[in-house]
């Protein structure tokens, strides 16, 4: 693992983003904290709609319309709170300090450039002095991921396939050396050797640069490769987050223990694995007492139906649950 002192720490405080629908505005992201340690990968996984890739646009303060961070702060070591950063700044933050590859980076490439131009373009606009040595790193970058550099770079955006165009999004990502880099699904389009063989890759870069590294998936067993850290998003909440090794291999809220459950290769024994009944909630459907899972825990209990839980953390874990228990109190010997 490493634990560069020079990797920029990232603190999420009671993070709240809301978005507007015709019932009002209704939260996809309820008062998260997170904390990223400096040099690690921190793996989010949740089913879809719980809130991960808002969370990773609000590390880049990108929330678009009809959304907006209606409450919290994401303070970065060296650039301070992101959220209250606009127009060039935030510009310059982008790209060149937080780096990020959006779940719809397939398609947002520019179909009238060549990714070579749009790279330079890139350069340019974040004042970057040796283009040429720019050239080299993103021909290097995509080598490595299994490309031909200097082709992919004279190509166009429909002359790619999409796991071609998804790992030039991951080059884009790392390329202007960015130190805090998020990475929102990267490796959705490839096969599961592509995958695989990328995320290595993702992890070789992000030790030699020193970089604190957030990376969205659905996939429990592919981001516990790669990941340090593991978060469990469920209904816009942080329900879990801890070192990867401990939250897998005993999770202590009951949607981490389902998740983990479903997954053959997780839980060991294909004949065991079992999908999560029901299904995750939408912004219209999520309770607004209680705890968010409860429709779908096996572990539900009368507080849970009025009481949100609070997160709690012990052991160097964050949980938010009524069942998973706490460590006794030590109790204090009184002396006279
Ligand atoms: N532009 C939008 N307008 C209205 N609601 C939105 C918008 N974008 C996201 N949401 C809602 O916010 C919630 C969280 O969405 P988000 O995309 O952050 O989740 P996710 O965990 O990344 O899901 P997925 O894995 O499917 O991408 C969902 O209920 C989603 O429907």
């Given at each position: ?5 020079a990797?920029p ?11 507007k ?7 996809a ?16 996984v ?6 991960k ?5 609000s ?15 994401v ?41 070579g ?29 299994g ?16 796991g ?24 959705t ?17 992000h030790e ?5 590294t ?13 990941a ?14 801890g ?67 609070e ?26």
């Amino acid at each position: 693992m490493t634990r560069d002192s020079a990797a920029p720490e990232v603190r999420v405080r009671d993070l709240t983003v809301v978005y507007k629908t015709p019932a009002g505005e209704l939260p996809a992201v309820s008062g998260v904290s997170l904390t990223l340690t400096p040099g690690t990968i921190t793996g989010v996984v949740g089913e879809s709609g719980s809130g991960k890739s808002t969370l990773a646009l609000s590390l880049l303060n990108a929330v678009q319309p009809p959304g907006r961070i209606a409450a919290g702060s994401v303070e970065i070591d060296g650039l301070g709170d992101v959220l209250h950063l606009g127009g060039e700044d935030l510009r310059r933050t982008r790209g060149r300090k937080v780096g990020y590859v959006f779940q719809a980076a397939q398609s947002s490439l520019n179909p009238l450039k060549t990714v070579g131009k749009q790279l330079l373009d890139l350069g340019r606009s974040h004042d970057v002095a040796d283009l040429r040595a720019l050239v080299a790193d993103a021909k290097a970058l995509l080598a490595r991921m299994g490309l031909d550099g200097a082709r992919v770079l004279d190509s166009h955006q429909h002359e790619l396939s999409g796991g071609m165009r998804q790992r030039v999004g991951i080059m884009l990502a790392l390329v202007l050396n960015a130190q805090v880099v998020v990475l929102d699904e990267p490796t959705t389009a490839l096969d599961m050797i592509t995958q695989a063989t990328i995320l290595r890759i993702i992890r070789e870069v992000h030790e030699e640069r020193a970089l604190t590294t957030l990376v969205i998936t659905h996939d429990v067993g592919a981001v516990a490769e790669v990941a340090d850290d593991l978060a469990v998003m469920y209904g816009g909440r942080v329900v879990e987050h801890g070192p990867i090794a401990e939250v897998l291999g005993t999770p202590r809220h009951p949607y981490t223990q389902g998740l983990i459950r479903a997954i053959p290769r997780l839980s060991g024994d294909i004949s065991l694995a079992r999908a999560l009944p029901g299904r995750p909630p939408t912004l219209g459907t999520l309770p607004v007492a209680g705890c968010v899972f409860r429709e779908r825990c096996d572990k539900r209990m009368e507080i849970c139906e009025t009481v949100e839980p609070e997160t709690v953390t012990y052991d160097g874990r964050t949980v938010a649950c009524h069942a998973a228990g706490r460590p006794a109190p030590v109790k204090r010997r009184e002396y006279a």
